[in-house]
Protein backbone atom coordinates (compact mmCIF):
# COMPACT_ATOMS: atom_id res chain seq x y z
CA UNK A 1 0.00 0.00 0.00
CA UNK A 2 2.89 2.23 0.74
CA UNK A 3 4.59 1.20 -2.55
CA UNK A 4 0.90 2.76 -3.85
CA UNK A 5 0.83 5.68 -2.37
CA UNK A 6 4.67 6.69 -3.43
CA UNK A 7 3.84 5.87 -6.96
CA UNK A 8 0.55 8.15 -7.02
CA UNK A 9 2.66 10.83 -5.13
CA UNK A 10 4.96 10.69 -7.90
CA UNK A 11 2.24 10.81 -10.85
CA UNK A 12 0.47 13.47 -9.30
CA UNK A 13 4.13 15.77 -8.69
CA UNK A 14 5.16 14.78 -12.26
CA UNK A 15 1.73 16.15 -13.32
CA UNK A 16 2.29 19.55 -11.78
CA UNK A 17 5.52 19.73 -13.03
CA UNK A 18 3.90 19.19 -16.77
CA UNK A 19 1.26 21.63 -15.80
CA UNK A 20 3.24 24.72 -14.71
CA UNK A 21 5.27 24.41 -18.36
CA UNK A 22 1.66 25.52 -19.87
CA UNK A 23 0.39 29.04 -20.47
CA UNK A 24 -0.55 30.75 -17.41
CA UNK A 25 -4.16 30.62 -17.75
CA UNK A 26 -4.13 26.92 -18.07
CA UNK A 27 -1.99 26.06 -15.25
CA UNK A 28 -3.58 28.82 -13.00
CA UNK A 29 -6.27 26.88 -10.75
CA UNK A 30 -7.12 29.81 -8.62
CA UNK A 31 -7.62 33.49 -10.01
CA UNK A 32 -6.17 36.61 -8.94
CA UNK A 33 -8.79 39.67 -7.75
CA UNK A 34 -7.51 43.03 -7.78
CA UNK A 35 -8.25 45.41 -5.55
CA UNK A 36 -10.57 48.47 -6.73
CA UNK A 37 -9.00 50.70 -8.33
CA UNK A 38 -9.65 53.55 -5.99
CA UNK A 39 -6.44 52.33 -4.06
CA UNK A 40 -4.58 54.17 -6.36
CA UNK A 41 -4.35 57.52 -4.00
CA UNK A 42 -3.90 55.50 -0.67
CA UNK A 43 -1.13 53.80 -2.56
CA UNK A 44 0.49 56.40 -4.13
CA UNK A 45 0.90 58.72 -0.61
CA UNK A 46 2.24 55.26 0.87
CA UNK A 47 4.92 54.88 -1.85
CA UNK A 48 5.99 58.72 -2.06
CA UNK A 49 6.61 58.27 1.90
CA UNK A 50 8.72 55.58 1.08
CA UNK A 51 10.65 57.43 -1.74
CA UNK A 52 9.31 54.81 -3.80
CA UNK A 53 7.69 56.80 -6.60
CA UNK A 54 10.46 57.48 -8.93
CA UNK A 55 11.40 55.90 -12.30
CA UNK A 56 14.43 54.05 -11.46
CA UNK A 57 12.64 52.19 -8.64
CA UNK A 58 9.55 51.86 -10.75
CA UNK A 59 11.80 50.41 -14.27
CA UNK A 60 13.61 48.29 -12.68
CA UNK A 61 10.51 46.23 -11.17
CA UNK A 62 9.87 43.78 -13.59
CA UNK A 63 5.65 44.96 -12.82
CA UNK A 64 6.44 48.21 -13.40
CA UNK A 65 8.68 47.80 -16.49
CA UNK A 66 5.96 45.92 -18.77
CA UNK A 67 3.14 48.33 -17.59
CA UNK A 68 5.82 51.45 -18.57
CA UNK A 69 6.18 49.38 -21.68
CA UNK A 70 2.79 48.75 -22.62
CA UNK A 71 2.01 52.37 -21.82
CA UNK A 72 4.37 53.72 -24.62
CA UNK A 73 3.36 51.48 -27.29
CA UNK A 74 -0.19 52.27 -26.39
CA UNK A 75 0.20 56.28 -26.35
CA UNK A 76 3.32 56.85 -28.19
CA UNK A 77 5.56 55.64 -30.78
CA UNK A 78 8.56 57.39 -29.75
CA UNK A 79 10.33 55.68 -26.86
CA UNK A 80 9.00 52.28 -28.39
CA UNK A 81 12.43 51.90 -30.53
CA UNK A 82 14.46 53.28 -26.95
CA UNK A 83 12.94 50.35 -25.30
CA UNK A 84 13.71 47.92 -27.62
CA UNK A 85 17.62 49.28 -27.73
CA UNK A 86 17.17 49.14 -23.97
CA UNK A 87 15.57 45.27 -24.23
CA UNK A 88 18.40 44.46 -27.02
CA UNK A 89 21.37 45.55 -24.34
CA UNK A 90 20.24 43.70 -21.56
CA UNK A 91 20.19 40.42 -23.71
CA UNK A 92 23.75 41.69 -24.66
CA UNK A 93 24.31 41.61 -20.95
CA UNK A 94 23.40 38.17 -20.40
CA UNK A 95 25.65 36.55 -22.87
CA UNK A 96 28.51 35.00 -20.92
CA UNK A 97 29.67 33.28 -24.64
CA UNK A 98 32.02 36.07 -26.30
CA UNK A 99 31.51 35.09 -30.04
CA UNK A 100 27.37 35.48 -28.92
CA UNK A 101 28.17 38.95 -27.41
CA UNK A 102 30.13 39.58 -30.57
CA UNK A 103 27.34 38.86 -32.66
CA UNK A 104 24.64 40.60 -30.74
CA UNK A 105 26.55 43.53 -30.51
CA UNK A 106 27.10 43.93 -34.48
CA UNK A 107 23.76 43.59 -34.55
CA UNK A 108 22.88 46.77 -31.77
CA UNK A 109 25.42 48.68 -33.67
CA UNK A 110 23.95 48.42 -36.97
CA UNK A 111 20.24 48.46 -36.18
CA UNK A 112 20.08 50.90 -33.33
CA UNK A 113 23.13 52.65 -33.97
CA UNK A 114 24.02 53.57 -37.66
CA UNK A 115 21.09 53.14 -39.46
CA UNK A 116 20.41 56.20 -37.30
CA UNK A 117 23.29 58.49 -37.90
CA UNK A 118 23.05 57.30 -40.96
CA UNK A 119 19.41 58.67 -41.22
CA UNK A 120 20.38 61.67 -38.93
CA UNK A 121 18.26 60.72 -36.22
CA UNK A 122 20.25 59.47 -33.69
CA UNK A 123 19.54 61.25 -30.20
CA UNK A 124 22.56 59.98 -28.32
CA UNK A 125 25.78 61.96 -27.21
CA UNK A 126 28.43 61.53 -29.61
CA UNK A 127 30.70 60.43 -26.54
CA UNK A 128 28.16 57.16 -26.59
CA UNK A 129 28.91 56.56 -30.22
CA UNK A 130 32.64 56.81 -30.11
CA UNK A 131 32.56 54.42 -26.51
CA UNK A 132 30.98 51.90 -28.30
CA UNK A 133 33.05 52.15 -31.78
CA UNK A 134 36.25 52.36 -29.99
CA UNK A 135 36.00 48.61 -28.37
CA UNK A 136 34.11 47.38 -31.36
CA UNK A 137 37.04 48.48 -33.91
CA UNK A 138 39.50 46.24 -31.28
CA UNK A 139 37.31 43.65 -31.75
CA UNK A 140 36.34 43.78 -28.10
CA UNK A 141 32.97 43.25 -26.50
CA UNK A 142 32.96 43.59 -22.75
CA UNK A 143 29.77 43.09 -20.64
CA UNK A 144 29.70 46.90 -19.77
CA UNK A 145 29.91 48.01 -23.58
CA UNK A 146 26.53 49.40 -24.15
CA UNK A 147 26.47 51.40 -20.61
CA UNK A 148 26.50 55.23 -21.48
CA UNK A 149 23.46 54.16 -23.73
CA UNK A 150 21.04 53.13 -20.92
CA UNK A 151 22.22 56.18 -18.88
CA UNK A 152 21.02 58.53 -21.54
CA UNK A 153 18.14 55.94 -22.78
CA UNK A 154 17.08 56.82 -18.85
CA UNK A 155 17.83 60.30 -18.73
CA UNK A 156 15.23 60.65 -22.08
CA UNK A 157 12.70 58.14 -20.62
CA UNK A 158 12.41 59.91 -16.74
CA UNK A 159 11.35 62.82 -18.03
CA UNK A 160 8.10 63.52 -19.67
CA UNK A 161 7.15 59.53 -20.47
CA UNK A 162 7.74 59.23 -16.95
CA UNK A 163 5.64 62.10 -16.11
CA UNK A 164 2.29 60.54 -18.18
CA UNK A 165 3.24 57.25 -17.27
CA UNK A 166 2.18 58.22 -13.53
CA UNK A 167 -0.71 60.21 -14.70
CA UNK A 168 -2.32 57.39 -17.01
CA UNK A 169 -4.42 53.83 -16.19
CA UNK A 170 -1.31 51.95 -16.46
CA UNK A 171 -0.31 53.66 -13.21
CA UNK A 172 -3.28 52.59 -11.31
CA UNK A 173 -3.39 49.21 -12.29
CA UNK A 174 0.71 49.37 -10.72
CA UNK A 175 -1.15 50.79 -7.35
CA UNK A 176 -3.64 47.55 -7.38
CA UNK A 177 -0.50 45.13 -7.63
CA UNK A 178 1.75 46.83 -5.24
CA UNK A 179 -1.73 46.77 -2.62
CA UNK A 180 -2.35 43.31 -3.25
CA UNK A 181 1.56 42.70 -2.61
CA UNK A 182 0.78 44.44 0.82
CA UNK A 183 -2.08 42.67 1.54
CA UNK A 184 -1.13 38.86 0.85
CA UNK A 185 -1.75 36.65 3.64
CA UNK A 186 -0.76 32.81 2.27
CA UNK A 187 -2.71 29.67 3.96
CA UNK A 188 -2.00 25.85 2.54
CA UNK A 189 -5.21 26.80 0.28
CA UNK A 190 -3.18 28.61 -2.10
CA UNK A 191 -1.14 25.51 -2.87
CA UNK A 192 -1.44 22.31 -4.21
CA UNK A 193 1.25 19.86 -1.95
CA UNK A 194 2.51 17.11 -3.66
CA UNK A 195 5.37 14.80 -3.06
CA UNK A 196 8.26 15.27 -0.26
CA UNK A 197 11.34 15.84 -2.27
CA UNK A 198 13.67 15.71 1.06
CA UNK A 199 14.17 15.62 4.39
CA UNK A 200 15.82 17.57 7.43
CA UNK A 201 16.21 17.71 11.08
CA UNK A 202 13.14 19.79 11.98
CA UNK A 203 10.82 19.05 9.04
CA UNK A 204 10.31 17.89 5.08
CA UNK A 205 10.38 19.52 1.62
CA UNK A 206 7.58 18.96 -0.31
CA UNK A 207 7.27 19.81 -4.04
CA UNK A 208 4.67 22.39 -4.30
CA UNK A 209 2.12 24.30 -6.91
CA UNK A 210 1.54 28.06 -6.53
CA UNK A 211 -2.90 27.99 -7.22
CA UNK A 212 -3.50 31.52 -8.67
CA UNK A 213 -0.05 31.18 -11.07
CA UNK A 214 0.46 27.59 -11.57
CA UNK A 215 4.48 28.18 -10.59
CA UNK A 216 6.26 25.28 -8.73
CA UNK A 217 7.57 25.72 -6.05
CA UNK A 218 9.48 24.11 -2.97
CA UNK A 219 7.72 24.22 0.37
CA UNK A 220 9.93 23.36 3.45
CA UNK A 221 8.31 23.17 6.39
CA UNK A 222 9.45 23.21 9.79
CA UNK A 223 7.47 21.47 12.32
CA UNK A 224 7.26 23.64 15.47
CA UNK A 225 7.31 20.62 18.29
CA UNK A 226 10.37 19.59 17.04
CA UNK A 227 11.84 23.09 16.37
CA UNK A 228 10.83 23.65 20.69
CA UNK A 229 11.98 19.83 21.50
CA UNK A 230 15.17 20.45 19.53
CA UNK A 231 15.51 24.29 21.33
CA UNK A 232 16.23 25.30 17.83
CA UNK A 233 14.34 28.49 17.96
CA UNK A 234 17.23 30.75 17.02
CA UNK A 235 18.19 28.51 14.18
CA UNK A 236 15.12 28.72 12.77
CA UNK A 237 14.57 32.48 13.09
CA UNK A 238 18.01 33.14 11.53
CA UNK A 239 17.54 30.82 8.31
CA UNK A 240 14.16 33.35 8.15
CA UNK A 241 16.36 36.35 8.27
CA UNK A 242 19.18 34.68 6.25
CA UNK A 243 16.59 33.71 3.32
CA UNK A 244 14.91 37.24 3.60
CA UNK A 245 18.40 39.07 2.87
CA UNK A 246 19.34 36.51 -0.15
CA UNK A 247 16.23 37.03 -1.77
CA UNK A 248 15.83 41.01 -1.93
CA UNK A 249 18.83 41.39 -3.99
CA UNK A 250 19.29 40.79 -7.82
CA UNK A 251 18.68 36.97 -8.76
CA UNK A 252 21.72 34.74 -8.67
CA UNK A 253 21.68 31.38 -10.02
CA UNK A 254 23.48 29.63 -7.45
CA UNK A 255 21.15 30.34 -4.45
CA UNK A 256 17.75 29.56 -3.30
CA UNK A 257 15.49 32.17 -2.99
CA UNK A 258 12.36 32.67 -0.74
CA UNK A 259 9.02 34.36 -2.49
CA UNK A 260 6.77 33.55 0.26
CA UNK A 261 6.94 32.51 3.93
CA UNK A 262 3.60 31.71 6.45
CA UNK A 263 3.06 30.02 9.49
CA UNK A 264 -0.04 27.39 10.35
CA UNK A 265 -0.70 26.15 14.01
CA UNK A 266 1.98 23.35 13.47
CA UNK A 267 4.11 24.43 11.39
CA UNK A 268 6.54 27.48 9.57
CA UNK A 269 6.55 27.21 5.78
CA UNK A 270 9.83 28.76 3.75
CA UNK A 271 8.66 28.53 -0.03
CA UNK A 272 11.38 28.79 -2.14
CA UNK A 273 12.90 28.33 -5.65
CA UNK A 274 12.56 24.61 -6.97
CA UNK A 275 15.89 23.61 -8.04
CA UNK A 276 15.34 20.45 -10.21
CA UNK A 277 18.89 19.19 -9.90
CA UNK A 278 19.22 18.62 -6.30
CA UNK A 279 21.26 19.93 -3.89
CA UNK A 280 25.37 18.96 -2.35
CA UNK A 281 24.26 16.48 -0.70
CA UNK A 282 22.57 14.37 -3.21
CA UNK A 283 25.35 14.80 -5.49
CA UNK A 284 27.76 13.76 -2.79
CA UNK A 285 25.52 10.46 -1.63
CA UNK A 286 25.27 9.57 -5.42
CA UNK A 287 28.17 10.97 -7.19
CA UNK A 288 31.01 10.47 -4.40
CA UNK A 289 33.67 11.79 -4.05
CA UNK A 290 34.40 15.28 -6.54
CA UNK A 291 37.24 15.59 -8.27
CA UNK A 292 39.51 18.95 -8.73
CA UNK A 293 37.56 20.32 -11.57
CA UNK A 294 34.31 19.44 -10.09
CA UNK A 295 35.06 21.16 -7.20
CA UNK A 296 36.12 24.13 -7.89
CA UNK A 297 32.88 24.52 -9.98
CA UNK A 298 30.90 23.78 -6.45
CA UNK A 299 32.83 26.45 -4.63
CA UNK A 300 32.71 29.02 -7.38
CA UNK A 301 28.48 28.42 -7.46
CA UNK A 302 29.24 28.94 -3.67
CA UNK A 303 31.05 32.10 -3.72
CA UNK A 304 29.03 33.63 -6.47
CA UNK A 305 25.76 33.12 -4.39
CA UNK A 306 27.00 34.70 -1.20
CA UNK A 307 28.83 37.29 -3.18
Not at 126 to 140: D, I, P, R, S, T
Request: hydrophobic residues 40%; aromatic residues 12%; charged residues 30%.
Amino acid sequence: MADLEAVLADVSYLMAMEKSKCTPAARASKKIVLPDPSVRSVMHKYMEKKNEVNFDKIFNQVLGYLLFKEFCEQTTDDQVPQLRFYEEIKLYEKQECVEERRRIARDIYDNFIMKELLAHSHDYSKECVAHVQKYLMKHEVPPNLFEPYIEEIFQHLRGEPFKNFLESDKYTRFCQWKNLELNIQLTMNDFSVHRIIGRGGFGEVYGCRKADTGKMYAMKCLDKKRIKMKQGETLALNERIMLSLVSTGVDCPFIVCMTYAFHTPDKLCFILDLMNGGDLHYHLSQHGVFNEAEMKFYAAEVILGKA
